[in-house]
Each structure stands twice: as structure tokens, then as C-alpha cells.
């Protein structure tokens, strides 16, 4: 079981806005567990903080804008990627600006000042975004698209296309987190073709070629070019000489690629979870990647308890034989068949029912339904186990529940399903008494949920 993470201790960086060009205070805290990201704007008055999730994003243009209540923030994207990829679940982050500073463009400071104070493993549990099945979402009008599809881990491919002579195809692929310090020093890009509309709106007073890569790949007069370069500050350049303008080369080959890799991570961290999927992206930007968190955001809150993963393939923590050695229920009154996972505070079991129960002759005869007092029954036997394994000599012990409230029946649980069950301590135990929430589901359904209150008693 993997822990909530946050800072060891804060940090502080300064520099420019993108956008604004202010000169820009940020500041990263610890903060408790379940807190996620916050963004505390301290140049305002009261200090108004706001939540860094999906439903905030109100602009996707040149960079991902939160706003709510009045309250504004943007270019948040490549702090965002780095808390992300470092496992930081809780993060209080105060800037005194209405954007976070732009620095060299890229998450490699960020990443640096993680690494310098260090991450601490909280108390609680992680609660993953298990992808279980393909998710999409299409721009037909841009030709972009970001699919989501299961895996064991949190991985991307990116693949970035232009119509240029100097950036057309490139792709980048992030295999495992482990893998984001090799490519947090990728900056952002902007074409000189979009540069003065992006003036005329007045945006990107902070711009520079120390904090973007600048791609010349169309030509225009000298006049515009040099007038551009004025407003830019930067030195004229023959207007015949296609390319990359920089103050420094590429850091890497695919560099583009690598930046829009970033962006979707930073923007996927909006979802408030960490994700267990593979994501494959095809000409990303904050306006899709913000529709595919959104997306996983919609079907959190429908599914706010996401069923275990249950491969049968996979051998059992426990099988029926140890089960028994802790557990003193036989047949027909054994519910819990094997054990797939076990942690600190949390279980889960499985339960096949097969059309010879003996329950199922008399409840229903026209139509087996396995009785709810049973579901709970085996729910309670899974909590049992749990309780069980804390303890030294387990078979000296039994436990009974003493209370059972809140049940919740959602669905029919019929011959041929398999119920797993995932039991989670509320509390730790204290003087033998534990409370825990049962969930058990039929596929990814919720079928039913309960609260227990139980006593571990030693065998006279």
C-alpha cells in the first residue's frame, strides 16, 4: 500500500511572468494529507486560495489559466508536472502574482528545489485512478486526441505535428515517473508566426529566448522580422536564415516533444489522483489534455469507490487452505474464497458464487438472488482476516462484530458472479475494537457498502 506523500520542508523561487512580465515570488509548502494541490494568492487581499483541479481551468491558451471566485492564476502547468512526478500528493503553493513565474520555460527548477528539500511519506493511503477501460477525447477540428488506456503504471507517448520545415514530426515517451528529471529541463515553444498576435493581446511581456524556444519557419520581410525582434528584445536576424532562435541549442533532439510531455503531466495532475493508466497523446495542448481530465474528474464523482482490480490469473495472497487456518467458518458458511490483496488498513477478498449454494435453492427458486445478509456476511469475514492478521498466533483469536450500520444494496448479486470485497480500517484499532467500511463489487459495479464495528476476542 502506497502512502500520501508531501515536501520535507518548503522552498522559494523567483523570476518573471510570462505573460505579465512581472518579477514573481512562488513558494511551495508541506501541507496534510488529503489536501491536494492549493494555490494561495497572497498579493490579494484575504490571501484567497484555490483549488488546482480540473473544473478550475477556465483558459487553455499559451498556458493552463485556474480561475474561480474572482480568483486567477496561470501558467501553473510546469509546477504542476513536477509535483506530479516526484509522487507529491499535497502541496500548499503561495504566489503573490497572478501566474506562476515562467523561469527558463521548462519544470527543471522545479524539479531541482524537490529533489534539494526532499519528500516525506505521510499516514494515509493513496487512492489511484485505475484506468479500466479506454477513455478518449477528440478535437476533429485540430486533428488532436488523447486516448487512456489500462496499465500498471502511469506512462505516456506523445506525438507532436506540425505543418513546418524546421518542427514537423517528433514524438516522446515517458515509461515510468522515475524517468521526468532526464526531461524537466524541456522548454516551451512558440512559432515567430504567432508571436505578434500573442504581443497584440498582451501576452508574453516576459518572453524571452532564455525561456522559450523561439522557430523561425516562414519567412517575412526584414522589416517585420527586425520589428519583431525589437519588441522581443532580441537581436535582429537575416530574414533569410530558417530556423531554430535561441541563446542556447536544444537540449535535446525532440525537445518540443519532450515540453508537450510535460504539459499533459502538469495537466493531468489537475485530476486530484495519481493514475494508473498509459496515456497516448497525439497533438496535445492544454485545451484537450484539460478534456480528458475532465473527463476522469466526471467518472471519479459517478464512481466514487473504484472497484479493486481483480485478475485471477494472479496468485492469492491467501487461498481457501490458509484462509481456514484463520477463519473457524466451514461449509456452507465459509464466504471468502481467497485473498488478493492486504495492507496496513485495508483488504480484499473474493467470493465466486456458483449456482449450487445452497442459499440459491430456497432464495429464490425462480430467480437465485444471494441473500444481502450474507453479502454482508462475507464482507465481515473479509474484515475479519484483516483484523486477524494484525495479531500474533491469529488462529487464538475470533472476531464479532458488534455493530453494522449504513448498509447500502445497490444491486442484485446472482449464480455465476464473483463479489470482491475491500474492507478499509476508519480508525486504527485501539483495545482490540476496530471500525471499517466495506465495499463489495460485481465488475466495476458497486453492489453494496456497509460500516462495521468488531472486537477481537483470544479463544478460551
Given amino acids: 500500500m502506497q502512502k500520501q506523500k508531501t515536501l520535507a520542508t518548503s522552498f522559494s523561487l523567483q523570476g518573471k511572468g510570462l505573460h505579465t512580465g512581472l518579477d514573481i515570488q512562488i513558494s511551495f509548502h508541506p501541507a496534510p494529507e488529503n489536501h491536494g494541490y492549493k494555490i494561495k494568492r497572497v498579493d490579494l487581499e484575504g490571501a484567497p486560495t484555490i483549488d488546482a483541479v480540473a473544473e478550475n481551468v477556465a483558459g487553455t491558451q499559451r498556458g493552463t489559466v485556474l480561475s474561480k471566485s474572482g480568483i486567477q492564476v496561470s501558467t501553473i502547468e510546469h509546477a504542476m508536472a513536477a509535483l506530479y512526478a516526484y509522487g507529491i500528493d499535497n502541496c500548499l503553493i503561495e504566489v503573490n502574482a497572478p501566474e506562476f513565474p515562467i523561469l527558463d520555460g521548462s519544470s ?5 528545489e524537490i529533489q534539494k528539500v526532499g519528500i516525506v511519506e505521510q499516514n494515509a493511503p493513496r487512492d489511484f485512478y485505475i484506468v479500466k477501460h479506454k477513455i478518449e477525447v477528440k478535437d476533429e477540428a485540430t486533428g488532436s486526441s488523447l486516448i487512456i488506456l489500462p496499465d500498471e503504471k502511469f506512462s505516456i507517448n506523445v506525438l507532436i505535428s506540425f505543418n513546418s520545415p524546421v518542427l514537423s514530426n517528433q514524438f516522446a515517451t515517458l515509461d515510468d515517473l522515475s524517468e521526468f528529471p532526464s526531461l524537466a529541463a524541456s522548454r516551451t515553444f512558440v512559432f515567430v508566426r504567432e508571436v505578434e498576435a500573442l504581443l497584440q493581446n498582451n501576452l508574453i511581456k516576459g518572453g524571452d529566448l532564455d525561456n522559450a524556444i523561439v522557430i523561425y519557419d516562414q519567412k517575412i520581410s526584414q522589416e517585420a522580422l527586425d520589428c519583431l525582434a525589437d519588441k522581443m528584445n532580441i537581436p535582429h536576424k537575416d530574414v533569410t536564415d530558417l530556423g531554430y532562435i535561441n541563446n542556447k541549442p536544444l537540449v535535446f533532439d525532440n525537445e518540443p516533444a519532450r515540453h508537450k510531455l510535460i504539459d499533459v503531466i502538469g495537466d493531468l495532475a489537475l485530476i486530484g489522483k495519481p493514475i494508473r493508466g ?22 471519479i464523482k459517478q464512481n466514487s469507490i473504484q472497484a479493486p482490480v481483480y485478475n485471477p490469473e494472479n496468485p492469492p495472497i491467501f487461498d481457501v487452505n490458509q484462509i481456514r487456518k484463520l477463519l473457524p467458518h466451514r461449509y456452507p458458511f465459509q464466504l471468502v474464497d481467497k485473498i488478493i490483496e492486504i495492507g496496513g488498513n485495508y483488504i480484499v477478498g ?14 429464490f427458486p425462480e430467480e437465485p438472488v444471494m441473500p444481502g445478509v450474507l453479502q454482508i456476511e462475507a464482507m465481515a469475514q473479509t474484515g475479519g482476516l484483516l483484523v486477524l492478521n494484525s495479531v500474533d498466533e491469529p488462529e487464538r483469536y475470533s472476531t464479532y462484530f458488534l455493530t453494522i450500520n449504513n448498509v447500502k444494496f ?51
Wanted: charged share 25%.
Fill in 350 to 363: 473474493i467470493k465466486n458464487t456458483t449456482t449450487d449454494e445452497p442459499f440459491f435453492q430456497g432464495h
Fill in 108 to 112: 527543471y527548477y522545479y524539479s531541482e
Fill in 410 to 460: 445497490r444491486q442484485k448479486v446472482v449464480p455465476g458472479d464473483t463479489l470482491i470485497m475491500r474492507l478499509e480500517l476508519l480508525a486504527p484499532i485501539r483495545r482490540g475494537v476496530s471500525t471499517m467500511k466495506g465495499y463489495a463489487f460485481v465488475g466495476d459495479k458497486l453492489v453494496t457498502e456497509a460500516e462495521f464495528m468488531a472486537q477481537i476476542v483470544k479463544n478460551k
Fill in 278 to 299: 498509459r496515456v497516448i497523446a497525439t497533438r496535445p495542448g492544454h485545451k484537450i489534455n484539460n478534456q480528458l481530465a475532465r473527463t476522469i474528474r466526471k467518472d
